[in-house]
């Protein structure tokens, strides 16, 4: 090729490839460390100092703890309901505004388009939202997690620059058949950008699935709780208070932290590698302005 | 000729009926924007009243710019300003170059499977949920945890992390990169992949070697996006890290970590005093807007590159 590598160069080429894996591996490790710990067995982790590079023994103890607790099951449920509602919201909602983005040549389109980009550098804040939901009825009702997300201005745009790209002659050629727009969005569009649904569905089961602000303002029953929500409770609320005498319930507990991260993780892990050739085209498309 | 005089007159009307179903398409999703996000920056009205639920917004009484002088003049008025320029200010000097050097550095690779993984590898911390994530900070910051093993190996004194003023800041930038490194890349090296190999070779016969190549011909086929990217990361400077905050600050530390959401979080919801909180978000949205506005305006006359 056209290189002509000074030894400078390649120096620096094989030191490139070594940041580079160093950095990829720093971004896997920790998750790898809760893999290996949840699966330790619970007195030889305690001991172990260091980078854990295999698990410590080997137990269950920790995913049968999880598995048989109540609230993260309850948890689970509640989650899987908030994305479901949520999606069929977001999937419904979303496509109806990016086709109207799209289209071109309407009245009061730019102000529209306006009224939508705006919330994205401006919105009432925590308060004000807050009071909105609580006057509108929605205060510890499963409501109060699907609708405030339903459509994300993001993903909006993501969808109006795919449905942009799609060949006017479909439209027009359409439009002489006596196609109404509702036809042309679920017949023409729609089918067109199947990667970029299948993308913008992912963003919003993501956000959806690792959500807790929200509901931990809005909902007060616990029954209601997602799983993040629970999340919080075991991992980040009661993390100092090792309260237990019994040691052997401590170590359960520190085991328990470690399997309810995997199985709170699994589900977006296990998505993942389909899910990723699409993100650079996600990316791309929401970063086009105007 | 006649009709086309007469035709701008008619036409907003027969116009708008055209293309009926448009409107009728659009009814929900302004509906959507108008309920959860316009009401509530109508709401914004109770920043100037003494709001009180039982009153709703008609009956509270007003009192002006009573609460913006009691944030200001309060005594935590300077820590949560300080503390929120300091974060963001770190975040952008070393979170902003960060996906753009990976990226720089990625793209250099030559084996392309090898590249993919680490790619894919890299993104992963981008879908782990933000609870999780504080999870692992907290346990690992422990005075017993990984952080403090890693640490020890060098001589440090094991100290509970993010319990220390000293350390807390370092903990949420570094995470916050480590979160967010690898798919910030994703936008630089697609537009890294678009630059014309002709410019390579043409820069390679002139005697430019990889170094000076990624100087000359890379950063600069990057530039117009890292301008976009840098506009709308500081028309953001303010409104970002609540949710992180709140998951892992704790009271010995507010002195470096509470930020002004977080204070309006605890001041305005937890202690149910809406007015001030509802006052001391728009204080923080709109120098929000003036920091998007300024940097709009300076990238435009600089670099011709704007958001608008």
Redesign the interface.
């Known amino acids: 090729m056209?290189?002509k590598?000074?030894p400078l160069?390649k120096v620096?080429?094989a030191l490139?490839?070594a940041?580079?894996?160093a950095?990829?591996?720093?971004?896997?490790y920790?998750?790898l460390?809760?893999l290996f710990a949840s699966l330790s067995d619970p007195m030889r982790l305690l001991a172990h100092?260091?980078?854990l590079l295999w698990p410590q023994g080997f137990s269950l103890k920790g995913y049968q703890a999880v598995l048989s607790n109540p609230n993260i099951l309850s948890g689970y449920m509640n989650t899987i309901i908030y994305l479901a509602g949520g999606l069929v919201v977001s999937m419904?909602?979303t496509p109806?505004?990016a086709?109207?983005l799209a289209?071109k040549d309407?009245?009061f389109r730019n102000v529209?388009v306006f009224?939508?980009v705006f919330?994205m550098?401006?919105?009432?804040?925590?308060?004000?939202?807050?009071?909105?939901i609580?006057n509108?009825g929605l205060y510890d009702s499963r409501w109060a997690i699907i609708?405030?997300t339903?459509?994300s201005t993001y993903n909006l745009i993501v969808m109006r620059t795919a449905f942009s790209s799609v060949p006017g002659a479909l439209q027009e050629s359409a439009c002489l058949d006596g196609a109404?727009?509702?036809v042309i969005?679920y017949r023409i569009y729609i089918p067109c950008i199947r990667a970029t649904m299948a993308v913008v569905c992912l963003f919003y089961a993501?956000s959806q699935?690792?959500s807790?602000?929200n509901s931990m303002?809005y909902l007060q029953s616990s029954s209601k709780w997602p799983l993040?929500l629970w999340?919080?409770e075991?991992?980040?609320n009661s993390?100092s208070g090792g309260t237990s005498d019994d040691a052997d319930a401590l170590y359960l507990q520190e085991l328990i932290?470690y399997a309810v991260?995997i199985v709170?993780?699994v589900p977006?892990?296990v998505v993942?590698?389909y899910a990723?050739k699409y993100?650079?085209k996600g990316?791309?498309l929401g970063?086009v302005?105007g | 000729m006649k009709r086309a005089i007469n035709r701008p007159r008619k036409s907003?009307w027969a116009?708008?009926k055209?293309?009926k179903?448009?409107y009728l398409?659009?009814l929900?999703?302004?509906i959507?924007?108008i309920?959860?996000?316009?009401?509530?920056?109508?709401?914004?009205v109770?920043a100037f009243q003494n709001y009180k639920?039982k009153l709703g917004i008609l009956g509270s009484k007003w009192v002006g710019l009573k609460h913006f002088e009691d944030f200001l003049t309060g005594k935590y008025a300077w820590r949560v300003i300080r503390n929120t320029l300091v974060l963001n200010l770190y975040l952008l000097l070393f979170g902003f170059p960060a996906p753009i050097i990976?990226a720089l550095?990625?793209n250099?690779?030559r084996d392309n499977a090898y590249k993919k993984?680490?790619q894919?590898?890299?993104?992963?911390?981008h879908?782990?949920?933000?609870?999780?994530v504080?999870?692992?900070l907290?346990?690992?910051s422990?005075s017993d945890g990984?952080f403090n093993?890693?640490l020890a190996?060098f001589g440090f004194e094991r100290t509970n992390l993010l319990g220390s003023n000293q350390y807390y800041r370092t903990v949420y930038i570094v995470s916050n990169i480590?979160q967010n490194?690898?798919?910030n890349s994703?936008?630089y090296?697609?537009s890294l992949s678009s630059v014309d190999n002709s410019l390579?070779?043409a820069a390679?016969?002139d005697g430019a070697?990889?170094?000076r190549r990624i100087w000359h011909v890379n950063i600069p086929a990057i530039l117009p996006?890292i301008v976009?990217q840098l506009i709308m990361r500081i028309?953001n400077l303010m409104s970002q890290g609540?949710?992180k905050t709140?998951?892992l600050y704790s009271p010995v530390v507010y002195e470096t970590a509470d930020i002004i959401?977080s204070h309006?979080?605890r001041y305005?919801?937890e202690k149910t005093n809406?007015s001030y909180?509802?006052a001391v978000?728009?204080f923080?949205?709109l120098v929000?807007?003036v920091f998007?506005c300024t940097a709009n305006q300076v990238s435009r006359r600089l670099t011709e590159t704007s958001?608008w």
């Open positions: 056209m290189d590598r000074t160069e620096l080429h490139n490839y940041v580079v894996t950095v990829s591996l720093m971004c896997l920790p998750m460390h809760v100092r260091g980078l419904v909602l109806l505004g086709y109207a289209c309407y009245p529209l009224l939508f919330t550098y401006f919105s009432g804040g925590l308060i004000p939202n807050f009071l909105v609580k509108l609708l405030p339903a459509v109404n727009d509702f969005l993501v699935w690792n807790w602000f303002i993040q999340l919080r075991i991992l980040i993390a932290r991260i709170a993780t977006i892990l993942y590698p990723q993100f650079m990316v791309m970063s302005k | 907003l116009r708008m055209k293309h179903y448009i398409m659009l929900p999703v302004v959507y924007y309920v959860f996000h316009y009401l509530a920056m109508g709401g914004l109770i639920p990976l550095l990625m250099e690779l993984t680490l894919t590898v890299s993104y992963m911390p879908f782990i949920s933000l609870v999780v504080c999870g692992l907290v346990d690992f422990m990984l093993n890693v190996l480590w490194v690898g798919w994703i936008i090296l697609a390579h070779e390679a016969i070697g990889r170094l996006v976009i028309g609540y949710e709140i998951l959401s309006v979080y305005g919801l809406y909180g509802a978000g728009v923080n949205s929000n807007l998007l958001l």
